[in-house]
C-alpha cells in the first residue's frame, strides 16, 4: 500500500498578505470602503487556510487509519473550499492510490492541473503525482482477473457486504466479476450506509441470486431502490425477507400497494417473514401478509404502538393459512378475544411466541393450537427454534416459557394448558409469582393443589419455576415431577421452602445442573449438603453445572459438600451473603481440573487470594469476574500468565483494574471484555 504524505501546515498566505497589506494602503488614503472590502478578503483567506489545514491533517490520520471513506470525503472538502489550491488535490489523489484505485487517482490528479494556475510553484508536484499514479497503473496486475474462477469466487463470497461494495467500484472487470457471482448475494444485509448506496446501485445485477433478503437501510432512496426491484420481481429467489425498524419507518399508507405487490412477487418462494415496526405506525395488516404470502412458514411482526386489533385485518376475507408454522407476535397488548380467530385460521402452527399478551391468550392458545410444539407467554428472551427439538413420535406442547422475572402468570390460567400436555411436555418455564393485576394481599392458591393431583410431568427434562408468594405451587409443582426419571436441569427461584425440594430430588435420577436464585429463606443448608454428599457417592456422577445467585440458603458447608464433585464444569457464586472468604477460598482450592468456566458476581469478600486458587485450574478456560472491588492487577495478571488454557475474561466494575492490566490481558488472551 502506498504510504500518505505528512499534512502540509504551510499552506500559500500570500493572497491573505497581499489583501492586508493593500487594507492598510486604502486606510493610509482614507479610503476605508475599499479597507473594508479588502480586509474582508484578508479574513475569508486567511479562515479557508485554516480549515484547509484542518481537513488536511485529520484526513491524513484518517487514511493512516484505513477509514478511507472519510479520509476521502475530506479531500473532497478542501477541493471544495480551495478548487485553486494544489493540496486537496494531492491528498485525495493519494489517498485513492492508497487502496489501488489509480484510475480515481490520476482523474482528481487531472482535474487539479486543470483548475490549479501553472505559476502555481506547487503544480509541478501535481504533474509528478499523476505521472507516478500512470505508471503504478500500467505495472498492477489484477489478481482477481488472474485468479480461476472458483478461487475468485471463494474470496468474493467470503467478503462483508462493505467490502463488496469498494470491490465494486475497482475496476470494470472486478464489477462483472463480483456481481456474477451467485453464491456472494445469496445473503444480503444492507448494514453500512456508505456500502447501502453502492451495492443499491447493482440491485438490477444481483437480486436474482439473493436468497436471504434483511433490509436495515435509514435512506429512503435506498429502501425505495430495494422497493422497485422487489417490486417488479428481480429478487426471485428470495425465502426470506426481514426489514429491521430502521428500514420500515419508510413503509408509508402510500407505499402499501408496493409492498403487497412484493409479497405477490415472492408468494412462492418467500417462507420467513420480519416486520418490525418499533419506531412507526403499521400501515399493512397481518391479514394482508398471510393473504398474499401463502407458502409463508415463519412470520415475526412487532409493533409497540398498536394492539392486535389494530394490526389483524378482516379476517373474513383469510382461507385458512396451509403453511404458517412458526409465528411471533409483538403488540402493545393482546387478548385472548382478539387472538383466538387468528389462530382458527393458523392451524398448523408449531411455535407461538406472544408478547404484549394478556393471560386470557392462553385459554385461547389451549383450544385452538392442536399442533403447537413450542410455546412462549411474554417470554424476555429468544425461544429455542423448532429445528432444536428432538424427533418425537407423539404430537403434543413439547416446551412452554413464561417471562424471566417481573410479573407471574396466574396458575388458574396456566396449569390448565400444562396438564392437557402433561405427557409431552419436556421443557417447563413457569414464573407463577406475584402477577400484574395482584392487589398485594397473598392470595391462596392451596385448592390448586387438590384440583390438579392427577398433574405428572414424567418426560420433563429441564424445569424453571418461581413460586407464588405463599409457597402454595411448590408442593403442586414438586409432586407433578415426583416421578420423572428425565429431569436433568432444575431452577428454583425465590422458593420458600428448600428442604422440601431436596427430599424430592433425593428421589430422582440426580441432576446435571442446578440453579437456586434470589431466596431469602435460611433454612436449607443441611439439606443441600445431604443432596450433594448423596450425588458423590453415586457411581456415575453426572451433576456438572451449578449457579447460586443471591440465596441465603447457601453456606459454606454447602460449598465444601459441592466441591466433591469432580465432574464439575461451570461454576456461578451471585452475592452470598452466608458464605465466608475462607468458605470461597476453600470451595476453589478444590475444584477438580474438569472445571472450565468460573464466575464471581458480587462477592465482595473476594480477594486476589481467590484469583490465586483459580490458578491450579489447568482446564480453565472462561473466567468472569463482576463487582469484585478488593481483586487487583497483581491477582489478574497472575490468573492470565499462569492458567494457560484461558480463552475468555470478562471484568465488570472491577475498579482495582488498571487500564495497563487490561491492555496486558487483550494481549494474552483470545476475547477480553470490560464492562465500566
Request: overall charge negative; aromatic content about 8%; glycine content about 4%.
Amino acid at each position: 500500500m502506498q504510504s500518505a504524505t505528512l499534512p502540509n501546515s504551510n499552506l500559500d498566505p500570500v493572497p491573505a498578505q497581499n489583501s492586508l497589506s493593500n487594507a492598510k494602503h486604502a486606510i493610509d488614503n482614507c479610503d476605508y470602503d475599499q479597507a473594508v472590502d479588502l480586509a474582508s478578503i484578508a479574513i475569508d483567506n486567511i479562515q479557508r487556510l485554516q480549515l484547509l489545514t484542518a481537513l488536511d491533517h485529520r484526513a491524513y490520520a484518517l487514511g493512516m487509519k484505513s477509514k478511507f471513506d472519510d479520509a476521502v470525503k475530506d479531500a473532497q472538502d478542501m477541493i471544495q473550499h480551495g478548487p485553486a489550491i494544489v493540496t486537496g488535490y494531492l491528498r485525495a489523489g493519494e489517498l485513492y492510490a492508497m487502496q489501488g484505485k489509480y484510475a480515481y487517482a490520476i482523474s482528481t490528479y487531472e482535474k487539479g492541473l486543470e483548475k490549479v494556475s501553472k505559476e502555481d510553484p506547487e503544480y509541478t508536484r501535481l504533474i509528478d503525482a499523476k505521472k507516478a499514479a500512470v505508471e503504478k497503473n500500467v505495472r498492477c496486475v489484477d489478481f482477481i482477473a488472474c485468479l480461476p474462477v472458483e478461487i475468485g469466487d471463494d474470496i468474493i463470497i467470503n467478503l462483508p457486504e462493505k467490502s463488496k461494495a469498494i470491490c465494486l467500484a475497482v475496476s470494470r472487470i472486478w464489477r462483472t466479476r463480483i456481481m456474477g457471482c451467485r453464491l456472494a448475494w445469496v445473503d444480503l444485509i444492507n448494514d453500512d450506509e456508505s456500502a447501502d448506496i453502492v451495492i443499491a446501485t447493482a440491485v438490477p445485477h444481483i437480486a436474482p441470486y439473493v436468497e436471504d433478503l434483511t433490509i436495515t437501510t435509514e435512506n429512503l432512496q435506498v429502501w425505495l431502490r430495494y422497493l422497485e426491484y422487489m417490486e417488479n420481481g428481480s429478487f426471485s429467489k428470495v425465502g426470506s425477507l426481514e426489514v429491521t425498524a430502521a428500514a420500515a419507518k419508510h413503509i408509508s399508507t402510500n407505499s402499501v400497494m408496493s409492498l403487497t405487490s412484493v409479497f405477490w412477487q415472492m408468494r412462492y418462494t418467500l417462507d420467513e417473514l420480519h416486520l418490525d415496526f418499533a419506531w412507526s405506525a403499521v400501515p399493512i395488516s397481518l391479514v394482508d401478509i398471510l393473504f398474499y404470502c401463502t407458502c409463508l412458514e415463519t412470520l415475526l411482526f412487532s409493533t409497540s404502538s398498536a394492539s392486535l386489533t389494530a394490526i389483524l385485518g378482516e379476517l373474513d376475507f383469510l382461507d385458512p393459512h396451509g403453511a404458517l408454522i412458526d409465528m411471533e407476535l409483538r403488540t402493545k397488548s393482546m387478548t385472548g378475544e382478539e387472538l383466538e380467530p387468528l389462530l382458527e385460521k393458523c392451524q398448523k402452527l408449531r411455535r407461538l411466541t406472544l408478547n404484549g399478551a394478556t393471560p386470557t391468550v392462553l385459554d385461547a392458545v389451549n383450544r385452538s393450537c392442536p399442533n403447537l410444539e413450542i410455546f412462549g407467554f411474554n417470554p424476555s428472551f429468544d425461544l429455542p427454534e423448532l429445528y432444536e427439538l428432538k424427533p418425537k413420535a407423539e404430537s403434543g406442547l413439547r416446551a412452554i416459557y413464561t417471562a424471566n422475572g417481573g410479573f407471574g402468570v396466574p396458575p388458574g390460567k396456566f396449569l390448565p394448558l400444562i396438564r392437557k400436555n402433561m405427557k409431552t411436555l419436556e421443557t417447563v418455564y413457569a414464573n407463577l409469582s406475584q402477577t400484574e393485576t395482584h392487589t398485594g394481599d397473598e392470595e391462596s392458591f392451596d385448592h390448586l393443589n387438590t384440583f390438579y393431583k392427577d398433574l405428572k410431568l414424567e418426560n420433563l427434562e429441564f424445569l424453571t419455576y418461581w413460586t407464588d408468594t405463599a409457597g402454595d405451587i411448590q408442593p403442586l409443582v414438586l409432586r407433578s415431577i415426583s416421578s420423572c426419571t428425565n429431569l436433568t436441569r432444575l431452577s428454583a427461584v425465590d422458593t420458600p421452602n428448600i428442604p422440601a425440594l431436596v427430599e424430592t430430588l433425593l428421589n430422582l435420577p440426580p441432576l446435571e445442573t442446578l440453579e437456586l436464585s434470589h431466596i431469602s429463606a435460611t433454612e436449607g443448608d443441611e439439606s443441600l449438603v445431604r443432596l450433594f454428599k448423596k450425588y458423590v457417592t453415586l457411581p456415575n456422577q453426572k451433576f456438572r453445572a451449578f449457579w447460586f445467585r443471591y440465596c441465603h440458603a447457601i453456606t459454606d458447608s454447602v460449598l465444601d459438600a459441592v466441591a466433591e464433585l469432580k465432574t464439575l464444569e461451570e461454576v456461578t457464586l451471585t452475592k452470598l451473603p452466608n458464605v465466608s472468604a475462607k468458605g470461597i477460598e476453600e470451595f476453589l482450592k478444590k475444584l477438580g481440573n474438569k472445571v472450565t468456566e468460573v464466575k464471581l458476581i458480587e462477592m465482595q469478600c473476594a480477594t486476589d487470594a481467590h484469583i490465586d486458587a483459580l490458578c491450579n485450574l489447568e482446564g480453565l478456560k472462561n473466567v468472569h469476574l463482576e463487582y469484585l472491588t478488593n481483586v487487583t492487577d497483581e491477582g489478574i495478571r497472575k490468573l492470565i500468565d499462569t492458567v494457560k488454557s484461558l480463552r475468555s475474561l470478562t471484568l465488570t466494575e472491577c475498579k482495582s483494574i488498571s487500564k495497563d492490566t487490561v491492555l496486558y490481558a487483550k494481549r494474552k488472551i483470545k476475547k477480553v471484555e470490560i464492562n465500566e
